[in-house]
């Protein structure tokens, strides 16, 4: 069969003679000898915005939409012939104007010459694969629907930048690709925590859709080889089961299992609902309540107080969010007080008491009288956001914070206030404040993390006797790490005296230094290395704390070990809180 046909530009013939491989998208068709009919069939459906025209002919597109019509579709296709001018393939001729860009032919080598001088060429199978992943990891991060492959103006758009590639199916993007990108990073991770993962801490927490589906996360938190503080999504699944403590103990320790964790655990940090607490003391770890959760459990009790101006004011704002007209008058009056840009009222949310503070201070912004309220829930403000940061140490600011707090609202309570309400609330906070966070630095975990921050050490403890108990419960483990060590190095410096030969001259050294290590006493050295380190002064409060003991780790090897486990433990289950924040965008209706 010859092949003068403008098609054979996109297929090439197989090694057997009897298929044909398509050059755009590798796809194997049979050779019929006589037609390219079925040549040409897969070309229009598979790849429609290929042009198949005559080798004799050159293509004007108009590819830019009208520009008085912003939704506009329409293209021109306009052919010009070395005999006259021919629309959409009809022997209409028309009279070109002189202003038109028509390129007319200049020889007969323009008529030879094939249509793929002026269409992109194939893309090779590397680049597919590069854009391929691009694609999908725009639909994973950016929470966009698999559909949107077949969004005629996303298609549309892909064509335009690279009329050679065409987008996998999203059957092709749910089923093949999306797997092997998660097997990728999955493995990826696995071995990271499994080279750097000395102690882990784990966070957990529940979330349910608007379909009434739970939805359960688990994060790890350790300090790599770096001293860097790294964090891992391990597993975010459906339950259907009922949330009982047993339950959720055989989760638990499902997703740890897998990952390979079950003797790495330093800690789990949840809020301080009793299945979950339960349930973590079922799983043998050491449990942690989430600081966040507890400070926002008082903020919300000393809310009370003020119910009556909390209403008034979420009235308010309720007012402007139902009326578009009064939304307008207000933007209008703040442009002309210079208000730039003009302020949108917040309105608050039952369960979170942060939003109850921004609604109040966006209403103070706009001159409503409500700066003492502000005033009180400023500082609560700031902890919060301070506390819950998951891109560096917080275990170790619980027992500063709660101290800051305590003193805070000692003071606030020896202040006058006009109104009954606000000296209600203060009063009620500082109850809840003493409550909730007095005891905290008494619990082993957190006066230990304390202690072991170089930016706090005994410094961050409001009692003494807290400090002096701390410092003998890491004294303790410093030993044990210590004998660990000891035990360790023996055997190394043995060997290397005895591959050095029975006659080296270094024989009587090694003995003498082994005798030394071996000999000294455990409990006497990490006593010398805490002393040492608590003589230290603090180092500045917004240095990396976490670099200076990369510094140091070996001036205090054994205090290192330990820092290891309780700093990377976290103070809040936020991070896991952030995992469902855009929850309801991953498995929103349009990406079913």
Known sequence: MSKSSVIWDYFQLDSDNINVKCGLCRTKLKNNRSSTSNLIRHIKSKHPTVNLLNRNTRVLEETVDDPNDALSTSTTNTIISTTNL?????????????????????????????????????????????????????????????????????????????????????????????????????????????????YVSITTDSWTSIKNENYIAVTCHFINNECELKSYLLSCFKNSESHSSENLKNDLLAVIKKWGLEHNIAACTTDNAHNIVKAIGLCGWRHVGCFAHSLNLA??????????????????????????????????????????????????????????????????????????????LKYFKEITVEISSEKSVSISKSV?????????????????????????????????????????????????????????????????????????????KATDIHIGMKNTMQPAIQNQSVTIGGDSIWNDFDEEVCSQLISTNPTYAAIVEIDKYLQEGLIPRHENLLKWWKDNRNVYPCLFELMKKRLCVLATSVPCERIFSKAGQTISKKRK
Request: with cysteine; glycine share 2%; proline share 5%.
């Open 400 to 476: 500063v914070f709660s101290r800051a707090l305590l003193k805070h609202c000692t003071y606030l309570d020896t202040q006058f206030y006009d109104s009954q309400q606000l000296t209600n609330m203060i009063s009620t906070l500082k109850q809840q404040v003493e409550q909730r966070f007095g005891p905290i630095e008494k619990i082993q975990i957190y006066a230990e993390a304390t202690v072991l921050d170089p930016r706090f050490k005994k410094y961050g403890f409001l009692n003494n006797s807290s400090f002096t108990e701390s410092k003998k419960t890491i004294i303790n």
């Open 86 to 198: 021919v629309v959409n393939q009809t022997e209409t001729s028309l009279q070109i104007p002189s202003n038109e860009h028509v390129i007319r032919p200049q020889s007969s080598r323009f008529v030879n010459n094939p249509i793929t001088q002026y269409l992109s060429k194939p893309l090779g199978a590397s680049r597919r694969k590069i854009i391929d992943q691009q694609v999908l990891k725009m639909i994973v991060k950016e929470y966009y629907p698999f559909s949107i492959v077949e969004d005629r103006e996303f298609v549309k758009l892909l064509n335009l930048l690279n009329p050679g590639y065409t987008l996998p199916s999203r059957k092709t993007l749910s089923k093949s690709l999306l797997p092997i990108m998660y097997n990728e990073i999955h493995d990826k991770v696995k071995q990271d925590i499994k080279d750097q993962a000395k």
């Open 299 to 376: 903020v919300q009790t000393a809310l009370k107080s003020i119910s009556d101006t909390r209403d008034k004011v979420s009235g308010i704002v309720g007012h402007f969010e139902r009326s578009p007209q009064a939304a307008e008058k207000l933007r209008a009056m703040q442009e002309q007080l210079g208000l730039t840009p003009p302020l949108m009222l917040i309105q608050d949310v039952v369960t979170r008491w942060n939003s109850t503070y921004e609604m109040f201070q966006r209403i103070q912004n706009l001159k409503v009288p409500l700066s003492s309220s502000c005033e009180v």
